[in-house]
Structures are given as C-alpha cells and as structure tokens.
C-alpha cells in the first residue's frame, strides 16, 4: 500500500462501504480451499497453479483492466483474473462462505453497513444455479448481522458487455430476493458491472425503469479514466437519472456535470486505490479536495481489494487521509456521507451516525 500503514485513527473509525464487489473478496485461502472441494483446476490460459504459493504468486501482477489502452499481454488483466477466480464457487454453500468471509473481514475493519455488488450472469453462464448464488447470498446476509453484527443490502448488477437482454432476464430470475413486492430481501438496488468500454449507462435505460418501477434504488459505474466516461456520467445523471454513481471521478473535468451531481444530490463512491494504481499521486489526490470545495458529496470504498494489492476500505480511507491531506473531522464527514448515501434503514443509520458523532478529531 506504497508503504503506508493504517493509522489507529481510520482503523477505529465506524465505516459503511457502498462499492464492494462480492466476487473481488475471494481470498487466496478460500479459492484455493473452494478449488480442493469442487475439483475445479487453479489456472489462467496456459498456467495451472499446482500449489498454493504458487496460486499466492499469481496475485503480485499489477492487473491492468484497460486491455484496450495496451499493457502486458503475459499476464492475466484485471477482469480474466475477476472471473478466473469466480470458477471455483459452484454450490450456494460456495456463495455463502464467499460472502461470510467477507462480512467477517467488515467485522474485523469496524464496517457496520455494506452494500456489496453481485451478479448472477458470471454464473449462470458458467452453469451454476441462480438459486445457488442468490439463496448462498440471503443466508450469509442473515448470518453476517447475526454472527458479525454487519448489517447488508445487496446492489443486483446488469453486466453491462453481455447483450442487454440477458440482463433483463437475470433480473427476472432475481426478483422473488429483491426487497419489493415481498421479495425475500437480499437486493434494494440495481447497477451495472463490468466492462464499460462502449457500454454506456442508456443502453439499460429500459432496464433501470423498471427497476425504478418495481421500487428498487439506481446506481451506476462510470469508470475513471473510460473512454466517453464524461458523457456515461452525463446519461447517468440527466437521462437515466440514478441516484449514486460508482466512480464517476472524471465529472470534476465539467462544470454542468458537478452541478448535475450536486443539484440533483447524485453521490459519489470513489475508491481511491483502484485510481492510484494508475495515476500520479500529486494528479489523483487532490482532487478529494476539490470534490469537497465544490459541494460534491462522496464516500470512499475498495472496489476488488484482492484484486488491487489486497486495499481494502480501510487502506482507501488511509490513503485518503494522508495522500488527500484530509482531516479527521473531514474523515469523519466522509463516513457520515456514506450514511447518508446508503439505502440502509433509519434505525442502521442512526446507529453508525452516533458512533460517528462520538469520534475524537482533535
């Protein structure tokens, strides 16, 4: 983590986590465990992982996620090694452990709130059982508040590089776990994943309505640094009309898109370390700076930890605090605009607003 160490201050600080991809916290220790129980082969293309330090070895690769804009072509991207990894879970008791290993780290990070982003289609088109990834899903919801005290709603994802019609049908598959129309309630929200090179958000606009329509929250990826990421976020916030956009940092680059996000109240969950593994620190960082002079809510995630050096939320938060040259009391704001960015009941909120309230910023 560009040998930075979490400070006491951002490792006892309450944090909610609003841009969490379930699939992007598959430790090495369970994929490997999930390998050996499924009988499923640890490899990329032409290179099996016989061993575990040599599966260990595998995640030192700087991933690039941007095959379009050129990079090594020996090594996996970051989207082959994502779903690489997703081969191994099969079973809903797959889905379970991925999720409770993950809500267990929540725990040991103080996270009392998380919406994590899932999919079925990674899936399905591999031939799992949607029912195996919604129903692994649901129960570690219920035995992560139980066992870890960490509170979830889920964010259903549209992938956006597969045709928009299988989307539509992953959504009709899901909708008996939605939290409407006495849905079992694992997901509130929908959004889009994966590759947005040429994807832009209108392409599910039909989608979105009638997700809109069925009483579930709308959200967005509009990656930093995408081609036509300015107009992705211009459909995002005027055509689409989401309520949060995942990234989204580019819109600092045009007035009409800031006042867009502040004026229609459209929030930002940025994870800084996805973006610093490409950018300057003295080009990236100051920009937390001028999202907040300029009105411009946000809250600070983790996006694939596993896939990104092993970040999680608590090494975003550091490096925003130390490379952004934030406050406590900003840090403090920051996780109080997670709260209000998040789609958790009143009584969650005002359970992580009073921790918030009582943490020391002199």
Known sequence: ?????????????PKVELHIHIEGTLQPPLRWTLAQRNNIPLRFKDQTYRTYEELLESYKVTYNHRPELGGRKDVPTFLEAYFAGCEVLLREEDFYDLAMDYLKRCQEMKVRYVEPFFDIQAHTRRGVAA???????????????????????WIFCFLRDEPVEDGEAAYETALPWATCNGGHGLFHAVGLASNAYERPPMLFKNAFARARADGLHLTTHCDFGQKDTHEHIRQAIFDVGVERIDHGLDALDRDE??????TRGVGLTLCPHAYHRRTATEALFPKLRQLLDKGVKYSINSDDPVYMHDVWIDGNQEKAYHYGELSKAEMV???????????????????VYAELDAVDTD
Request: hydrophobic residues 40%; aromatic residues 6%.
């Open 333 to 351: 704001q920051l996780g109080r605009n997670a709260v209000d960015m998040c789609w958790a009941d009143e009584d969650v909120k005002k359970s």
């Open 131 to 153: 029912e195996a990834v919604l129903n692994g899903y649901l129960r570690a919801q219920r035995d992560g508040a139980e066992r870890y005290g960490v509170k979830s709603q």
């Open 1 to 13: 983590m560009n040998n930075l160490q979490i400070s006491p201050f951002i490792a006892s600080l």
């Open 257 to 262: 898109l800031v006042e867009g996000l502040r």
